[in-house]
Nanobody
Framework: QVQLVESGGGLVQPGGSLRLSCAVTGTISSLDVVGWYRQLPGARRELAVAFTGGDDIAYADFAKGRFTISRDKAKNTLYLQMVNLKPVDTAAYFC?????????WGQGTQVTVSS
């Protein structure tokens, strides 16, 4: 019904930037929860930043001030702009959406920040 495919991860130096993309197949309304979640090595997946309804945004503390979520509705694509990256940001980042009570996940994209 809904498919999400992340891209844009890679290896960057501390202080660098990345923009992650999430290509969406299927229909997600502006009122659905959709966003980015991180999974640190050996840890559980957790919210980074997400649209929670309309243009309302929820941030995790680690994402505030450095991570910016956006979307291009015409292209059915969600973005995560990450700046001033730090080694502690190293994680797999997943695009996720809740549509009609069903949660969908992409396969993740790895971000590695060298020390």
């Amino acid at each position: 019904q809904v498919q999400l495919v992340e891209s844009g991860g890679g290896l960057v130096q501390p202080g660098g930037s990345l923009r992650l993309s999430c290509a969406v197949t299927g229909t997600i309304s502006s009122l659905d929860v959709v966003g980015w979640y991180r999974q640190l090595p050996g840890a559980r997946r957790e919210l980074a930043v997400a649209f929670t309804g309309g243009d309302d945004i929820a941030y995790a503390d680690f994402a505030k001030g450095r991570f910016t979520i956006s979307r291009d509705k015409a292209k059915n694509t969600l973005y995560l702009q990450m700046v001033n990256l730090k080694p502690v940001d190293t994680a797999a980042y997943f695009c996720g959406a809740n549509v009609g009570g069903v949660t969908y996940w992409g396969q993740g994209t790895q971000v590695t920040v060298s020390s």
